[in-house]
């Protein structure tokens, strides 16, 4: 098994990298636009709830390889244009991940008891205020660990970009196999390298739920 990666480990960084960078990309929009998305969701507009609730129903019922298929296929062809697959699989998942973000900050800001506005507005701050260094910091360790989940899910939800043609970590795995026709080492090493990559961030997401618990009760 080990030789395989050896004499294939230029391939296997490669797809490693891509499926890394798919991630950061994915994140970047995902995370601050789901944590502003979801603040005005749940302080400022009654519209941007409804809207984040309907997205939230939407990634719900539409499977995420529909979609991707969706975006990588007939959606150009409607609009005539021709996006690279890694770039459709970014704007596919960083919505998915964006609307998850959005979804949680929102239920978790309506959630939280209105004694932390009405303490921070007794010592005359502003609502932004209140928000930026009050509730967000209350948000953040609470909610961490989901979102943490939420980013390796995304990071598993990647191996569909194998399927528009990305050359992720999955798809090098497929061509590394085509050329030895070992599927027993190939696919036994795909499962190591998300062990390593994924165990570390549930070692972490456990450690942190124990020393952050923050209840309202």
Do not use: C
Request: hydrophobic letters at 55%; glycine letters at 6%.
């Amino acid at each position: 098994m080990f030789d395989i990666l050896l004499q294939n480990h230029q391939l296997f960084l490669q797809g490693l990298g891509t499926t890394l960078k798919l991630l950061v990309f994915i994140m970047i929009i995902g995370i601050p636009g789901g944590l502003v998305l979801g603040i005005i969701g749940a302080r400022y507009s009654l519209i941007a709830s409804k809207i984040v609730e309907g997205l939230k129903f939407f990634t719900k019922v539409v499977p995420v390889l529909v979609l991707l298929f969706w975006l990588h296929f007939p959606f150009q062809a409607l609009l005539e244009i021709v996006i690279d697959p890694f770039w459709t699989t970014v704007l596919a998942l960083g919505f998915v991940n964006l609307v998850f973000v959005a979804h949680v900050i929102q239920n978790e800001l309506k959630l939280m008891p209105k004694q932390y506005r009405e303490a921070g507005l007794s010592l005359g701050m502003s609502k932004r205020q209140i928000i930026t260094y009050i509730e967000i910091p209350i948000l953040m360790k609470r909610l961490v660990p989901t979102i943490s989940l939420g980013q390796a899910t995304m990071l598993e939800y990647t191996l569909f970009a194998s399927l528009i043609s990305v050359p992720e970590l999955f798809r090098v795995a497929q061509t590394v196999n085509a050329m030895v026709y070992d599927p027993v080492a190939v696919y036994s090493l795909l499962v190591i390298f998300f062990l390593v990559i994924l165990t570390p961030l549930h070692v972490f997401i456990n450690h942190y739920k124990k020393k952050n618990n923050i209840s309202y009760a």
